[in-house]
């Protein structure tokens, strides 16, 4: 007599989803750990952007370590592990405060290799992707270990072309006239990158372990994007002919240095130190009716320091409730310099008005508590952040304090364990979202003739508050409601002046943003053939802006949308 079961596709364990990695993959044609992550049953993903269905913000961290590593950044490193390396992955609609991220969060959980004596595995490979052009990438991952010492090296390098563009139509009211703009933009790009990470663990004699790392990412780019502009004048009947091209070149490298200091009584030390530079050049040409009216040089480079350190401690008191506090303390400073040269009498000509130096310093800290209890079938984590963040800003020498907030963050995740089979899960969190350094900088960069990008400086941060309640049915069937709430939603929008042809985009505050939706994420199997997953949301969005400013628009502005979205994973495996 032959049994044949099916393994549960999530365990709850407080506040996260346990999927097993092995299980998940299966035979499916994943080859690296962000091929693995985007297999996660709620995860969408538009090129290398990854979204989790009802959160707002989404965080990844590996091995429960912290890191000052960007979403984007920590993506490159997933990208050099390999599948196989994977054990498990735990999603967390609320994050644990001990993380110092506030929002979604999964954690990767790579496999270490068990046993007294030594073990050296490796992995090579290589991967060719077709899309509009062509993409080749090659990577190596070695593991050594005993019974002490873990010693891992991953190293990734990739080629591609790039392209892309898009076609729009304006109608621009200048003064008493209306002009037609009717734009074709194409954009090439050649792109090479690698990156390389040595890490080590060793384990003492009390069990205490020292852990370190190293990351290193280079990013060499060439861009080049044509635009033609066809404007037509009712007024005055005729027509203007504009042809724009755009070269840049970037060379951006990115180094992180971590240590970290876990010992058997719970306690969590460590630094993490990130540097970034980033040098890009930038030419932009513009001819009307076949005339040279703009030649520019846009020099721009940028440093980053980030720095970071933490103190957590975790203990268990009575048996029962377990209490994790503890602190985090960062400091990041940035310099950018950017250089304005216009073409004149044969040469290029700096032009002191338009560039600028500014410098950025932000400092940041935290205390939080955490409370974690079971009471039989219900158990519940809450905690509370305190959080002080400033920030200077220093343009040519004038200064300014952007930000210098103290704010308060609760959080809770609450379980209630009808059986192994009926699981109801609601989660509550609070977040603080600021602007990105562009977003605020006072430059202005050319996209083509008639499209700008400007900065902000005026740019307020917003607050979030977003939850989200879950029934998960037979560890398998995820059903979800939520809600989400940002006063001082921040998006860059279009604004077409009333004095020249350009369109400028540029970051400004809503009143607020809030969205109500509904998910059900169901998998299922046919036999041994299919094996698939459907996802659909429904997102009801409301957004709420006054504007006033000269020449832009003023009154009232509400967007209100329905959003349904279908998400069906297909696949065909062929198993002997």
Same mark, same amino acid.
């Given at each position: ?7 549960? @596709?999530?365990?709850? *364990? ?5 999927? #097993? ?33 009802? !959160? ?8 429960? *370590? ?17 599948? $196989? ?30 046993? #007294? ?5 490796? &992995? ?12 080749? &990438? ?6 050594? !270990? ?5 010693? =891992? ?22 003064? #008493?006239?209306?002009? +037609? ?35 290193? +990412? ?61 040098? #890009? ?13 703009? =030649? ?55 032009? $002191? ?16 508590? @955490? ?15 305190? &959080?002080?963040?400033?920030? =200077?800003?220093? $343009? ?8 210098? =907030?103290? !704010? ?16 109801? *899960? ?7 979202n600021y602007p990105s350094y562009w977003a605020v900088n006072s430059q202005t960069s050319y ?33 979800? !409601? ?16 009333? &004095?020249?042809? @350009? ?69 065909? *495996?062929?198993?002997?």
């Open positions: 007599m032959t049994v044949t079961a099916e393994r549960p @596709q999530v365990q709850v *364990q407080g506040g996260a989803l346990i999927y #097993d990695a092995p299980q998940l993959i299966g035979n499916k044609p994943v080859n690296n750990a962000f091929d693995a992550l985007k297999e996660l049953p709620g995860i969408t993903t538009r090129g290398e952007e990854i979204q989790l269905m009802g !959160a707002r913000n989404l965080h990844i961290v590996i091995n429960g *370590q912290l890191t000052t590593m960007s979403l984007e950044q920590l993506t490159e490193l997933l990208k050099t592990i390999p599948a $196989s390396r994977v054990r498990k992955m735990e999603v967390m609609y609320t994050a644990p405060a001990k993380y110092n991220v506030k929002g979604a969060l999964i954690n990767v959980v790579l496999d270490q290799p068990a046993g #007294d004596g030594e073990t050296l595995q490796g &992995e090579i490979g290589t991967e060719y992707r077709q899309y509009h052009n062509p993409m080749g &990438e090659a990577r190596v991952n070695l593991v050594y !270990a005993n019974s002490r010492l873990h010693i =891992d090296f991953l190293a990734n390098g990739s080629k591609k072309k790039t392209y892309d563009g898009e076609n729009t139509f304006a109608r621009h009211t200048l003064q #008493d006239e209306i002009v +037609d703009i009717d734009m074709v933009d194409r954009s090439r790009g050649r792109n090479t990158k690698g990156n390389m990470r040595v890490g080590m663990e060793y384990t003492l004699g009390n069990e205490d372990k020292l852990s370190a790392s190293y990351y290193i +990412d280079g990013v060499k780019q060439r861009k080049t994007r044509s635009s033609e502009s066809d404007y037509s004048f009712r007024k005055e009947d005729r027509n203007m002919f504009a042809v724009s091209e755009t070269s840049k070149r970037i060379k951006s490298t990115l180094q992180n240095v971590k240590v970290q200091y876990d010992t058997h009584t719970h306690l969590s030390l460590g630094v993490d130190f990130t540097a970034y530079k980033n040098p #890009d050049d930038m030419n932009f040409l513009n001819r009307e009716d076949g005339i040279l009216t703009t =030649d520019l040089l846009n020099n721009t480079k940028q440093d980053i320091q980030k720095w970071m350190f933490f103190a957590n401690h975790a203990a268990t008191l009575a048996e029962t409730w377990e209490i994790s506090y503890g602190v985090n303390a960062g400091f990041i400073r940035s310099d950018t310099q950017v250089d304005y040269f216009y073409h004149q009498d044969n040469r290029y000509v700096f032009d $002191s008005g338009e560039s600028s130096f500014n410098k950025q310093k932000e400092y940041g800290g935290n205390l939080f508590g @955490q409370i974690s209890r079971s009471f039989g079938r219900f158990s519940a984590d809450v905690a509370l952040k305190v &959080e002080y963040f400033r920030s =200077d800003y220093n $343009s040519n020498g004038k200064e300014l304090v952007l930000w210098d =907030d103290w !704010a308060l963050f609760p959080t809770a995740s609450l379980s209630y364990l009808f059986t192994p089979s009926h699981v109801l *899960q609601l989660n509550v969190s609070s977040d603080k996209i083509s003739a008639y499209s700008v990008i400007v900065g902000n400086p005026e740019l307020k941060p917003s607050h979030e508050y977003e939850a989200q309640l879950m029934y998960i049915l037979k560890q398998k069937y995820i059903f979800m !409601a939520f809600w989400q709430y940002e006063p001082n939603y921040f998006a860059q929008l279009p604004y077409q002046s009333s &004095e020249q042809l @350009q369109t400028a985009f540029r970051f400004e505050n809503f009143d607020y943003q809030m969205s109500l939706g509904l998910g059900v994420i169901v998998p299922f199997k046919i036999g041994k053939i299919v094996d698939s997953r459907l996802s659909v949301m429904g997102l009801r969005q409301q957004e709420k802006m006054i504007i006033s400013m000269i020449c832009l628009l003023t009154g009232m502005h509400i967007i209100r949308s329905l959003r349904l979205r279908i998400r069906l994973i297909y696949r065909i *495996q062929n198993r002997i």
